[in-house]
């Protein structure tokens, strides 16, 4: 696997990737992970990262400990994020760490999470949706925000920048941003009804570069610069932002994706933690 803008890392069988811009901070740990390099078997092998998929717990847990170890950050924890495809963001403190995962959690209907405690690493899961990792290198906070195309479309990019500004004071122009491997506009063909969601809260310019329709009644969409514009919006500078060129439906031998497999998959991490 190559890619022009990120930092491709193993630790023994285990592969993942980080952002070059947010390494060179010092401020962070951080990676999201591939498929390789854990335990689990089956459709999942093998390093599924999804609880209540249908994979063994022990398994997952052992997964996520392999990821910890690799990137340095505590395994016990971990916050996870409660992913249904909207648009809300909760504010992780230290008293949430270790919530989620097999530990239950009262976080709820969270897509986006964002924290300026040290050592509480956030946890977000994909399979071909849209990671987005952003860290304010100078109020020191961090978010993680899950856009799939409905997030994209509620603009969660935007509004987890948003809530760091009123949150945590940051200014927009400080603020780092890393869009990871997720569906392409190669991959991402969509119906009628979804594309006209996008020219409903894209502008007409917007729409003309991530919206292509094809001969089929279809469209392909691109996700990447959707997100990318949201962002954009927020006050984020340019230069700050860190695009992928991985696409995980035509990369699903190093990542799980959702498209590629009907559903058949196990589940890969964006995780984050601010360090002391
Ligand atoms: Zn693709």
């Known amino acids: 696997m190559n890619s022009n803008n990120l930092l491709v890392k193993k630790e023994k069988d285990l592969l993942y990737v980080t952002f070059p811009a947010f390494d060179k901070t010092g401020l962070v740990a951080?990676?999201?992970?591939?498929?390789?390099?854990?335990?689990s078997e089956g459709y999942f092998s093998t390093l599924n990262l999804g609880f209540n998929r249908g994979d063994a717990n022990n398994n997952v847990e052992q997964n996520y400990k392999l990821v910890c170890d690799a990137i340095?950050?505590?395994?016990?924890k971990l916050v996870f994020s409660h992913q249904v495809h909207e648009d809300k963001i909760y504010v992780v403190s230290s008293s949430d760490a270790g919530k989620g995962g097999i530990h239950g959690t009262d976080?709820?209907?969270?897509?986006?999470?964002?924290?300026?405690a040290i050592n509480i690493p956030l946890v977000t899961l994909y399979?071909?949706?849209?990671?987005?990792?952003?860290?304010?290198?100078?109020?020191?906070a961090i978010g993680i925000a899950h856009a799939g195309w409905r997030g994209t479309v509620k603009h969660i990019g935007k509004?987890?920048?948003?809530?760091?500004?009123?949150t945590y004071q940051s200014n927009p122009k400080d603020i780092l941003a890393g869009i990871a491997p997720?569906?392409?506009?190669?991959?991402?063909?969509?119906?009628e009804d979804v594309a006209e969601e996008f020219k409903k809260k894209f502008t007409k310019e917007q729409c003309k570069e991530i919206i292509e329709e094809k001969s089929n009644n279809k469209y392909m969409v691109d996700l990447w610069k959707a997100n990318k514009f949201t962002l954009l919006e927020a006050g984020l500078e340019e230069d700050n932002i860190t695009v992928t060129?991985?696409?995980?439906?035509?990369?699903?031998?190093?990542?799980?994706?959702?498209?590629a497999t009907d559903g058949k998959r196990?589940?890969?991490a964006a995780i984050m933690a601010l360090q002391d």
């Open 159 to 166: 509004k987890t920048v948003q809530k760091m500004i009123e």
């Open 127 to 140: 399979a071909d949706c849209v990671p987005i990792f952003l860290l304010d290198p100078v109020k020191k």
């Open 266 to 268: 196990g589940s890969l």
């Open 30 to 39: 951080h990676c999201f992970t591939t498929k390789l390099g854990g335990v």
């Open 107 to 116: 976080i709820k209907n969270m897509d986006a999470l964002i924290t300026n």
């Open 72 to 76: 340095d950050i505590d395994y016990n």
């Open 245 to 259: 060129d991985l696409c995980t439906k035509c990369n699903s031998d190093i990542f799980f994706s959702h498209r």
């Open 182 to 191: 997720s569906i392409g506009f190669c991959c991402f063909e969509v119906s």
